[in-house]
């Protein structure tokens, strides 16, 4: 199939980062990938990997000629790499980001994107616990969503562009506006990242004999739903701080839903239990017939 670009620039090997260089690399979706890390370890891995036709340490080295840049970084470095990148970016270039926080994304980037270049912000919903460009993988994106929360009045083609590219990689591609996407992920992900977080550190608190106990057995229930709490702790930071408002929201109404628990299982109240794990149970297979699960 023909590329979708000329040249991609991916600032950042982290797993997102990674996984999109094996994922055009084996659909074809640029004729050249850039890479840019900061860490020479980093970059001697993406060479040993053979992940890019061009390794770099600079992000405006990496702008230089690209088609399309892609950041994938924690968001923290977002308005660093976007100054850097700006100047460098050629006329009808298209800046774009993996970030999982879009207005925030949009506020580091957009200050920095020269009005003969676009900005297309987008958001693949997909990733492991794992980080660092070993991590990475060519499926990460497949059958996964990717949103796209384009500016108002960036032109059609450069938005088309961005969504082809996820769409070569295997993603379903939809458009949200940042505001909703923001709202929508505090709770399907940033949420459940804090809880996951939050139970880990409570097991931590715990008097030592308990502790230990509570390691040893670790079954699939307390295994499985702090998978996350592995994650990469930099860029969780930055996406709270990023989107405390949606997230101390979202919080809130769990906070209700928690208490509502908490006094069925005080009173005795079975027939409150047995509808609320209904109706959970009958979403969570709704997600499993998405094969989102």
């Given amino acids: 199939m023909k590329p979708v670009v000329g040249t991609l620039a991916i600032i950042g090997f982290g797993l997102i980062g990674s996984s999109v260089a094996r994922a055009v690399r084996r659909s074809n979706a640029a004729r050249r990938i850039v890479a840019c890390d900061a860490s020479a370890a980093a970059r001697r891995t993406i060479r040993r990997l053979g992940l890019a036709d061009r390794i770099v340490s600079n992000p405006a080295d990496a702008a230089t000629g690209a088609d399309v840049v892609i950041v994938c970084t924690p968001m923290s470095a977002f308005a660093r790499i976007a100054r850097a990148v700006g100047p460098r970016l050629k006329p009808g270039a298209i800046l774009t980001d993996a970030g999982s926080v879009k207005r925030a994304a949009i506020d ?151 208490a509502l628990m908490q006094k069925a299982i005080r009173h005795d109240e079975g027939a409150t239990l047995q509808r609320l794990f209904t109706k959970a149970r009958r979403i969570r297979r709704s997600v499993v017939a998405q094969k989102q699960d």
């Fill in 108 to 258: 580091h980037l957009a200050p920095y994107v020269p009005a003969h270049a676009h900005l297309v912000p987008a958001h693949p919903i997909a990733g492991t616990e794992n980080s660092g460009p070993e991590s990475g993988f060519a499926d990460l994106f497949k059958g996964r969503w990717c949103i796209v929360t384009p500016m108002p009045r960036t032109p059609k083609p450069a938005v088309a562009t961005v969504e082809a590219l996820w769409r070569r990689m295997g993603s379903h591609v939809t458009r949200m506006t940042p505001q909703h996407h923001d709202r929508v992920l505090a709770i399907v992900s940033h949420v459940p990242h804090l809880i996951a977080y939050t139970i880990v550190n409570t097991a931590s608190d715990l008097e030592s004999t308990l502790r230990a106990e509570v390691i040893r057995y670790s079954a699939s229930g307390f295994r499985d739903f702090t998978r996350v709490a592995a994650s990469h702790p930099i860029m969780w930071r930055d996406i709270f701080l990023a989107n405390k408002d949606a997230v101390l929201e979202m919080l809130g109404r769990l906070y209700e839903d928690i």
